[in-house]
């Protein structure tokens, strides 16, 4: 009888056994915290394993394990993952009270510092996907200093995604984004 009590208690301490899908799926989000420092963890794990298997249906691939093998060996699988796994939501002005604080209380902050502290403004849009947000804060520079010309603007954007960095070079968009 003890031998049972020992037994059931053995199974009740037991964790529930992974799948391979599940542990190439943790390979993979390593991969992404290594090569990008983008997060799964939690509940993001589950966006990740959906994006993941549409891909690999595109793919038309067995598994998730064979995806893996390619991604190893595809520098251009890579950029397509990075494209797949971040989140390009983006508008001009998309966060109006932070450009306001820009506007209102920032700028005319740098317009108060003594002439040699000042005639220079560097600002890095990470993640600026396809590139509202750098040009929003151009436009927001340009329109809410005195005298514009007298300063150095410098916006540098960058973007995980290459298609989306395309778009913002272009500095073309559709008439109803603005």
Known sequence: MEGNQSDKSCRQDRQ????MDAITVDYIAAYLL???????????RAI???RLESRIAALALPDIAAYWQFLKSSREEEAMLFD????????????????????????PGFELLPAI???????L?????????????????????????????EIVAGDLSKSCLEI???????REKL
Not at 16 to 19: I, S, V
Not at 92 to 107: D, G, H, K, V, Y
């Open 16 to 19: 529930p056994a992974r799948t």
């Open 34 to 44: 290594d090569r990008c420092r983008l997060s799964f963890s939690g509940h993001k």
């Open 48 to 50: 990740l394993r959906s």
């Open 84 to 107: 797949l796994v971040t989140t390009n939501e983006t508008s001009f002005f998309r966060n109006p009270a932070q450009f306001e604080l820009l506007r209102a209380r920032i700028i």
């Open 117 to 123: 502290e000042k005639n220079s403004i560097r600002v």
């Open 125 to 153: 849009c990470a993640g600026c996907s396809t590139g509202e947000e750098p040009y929003s804060v151009a436009m927001t520079l340009l329109e809410a200093l005195r005298n514009p010309a007298n300063w150095r603007l």
């Open 168 to 174: 913002a070079k272009s500095g073309y968009y559709d």
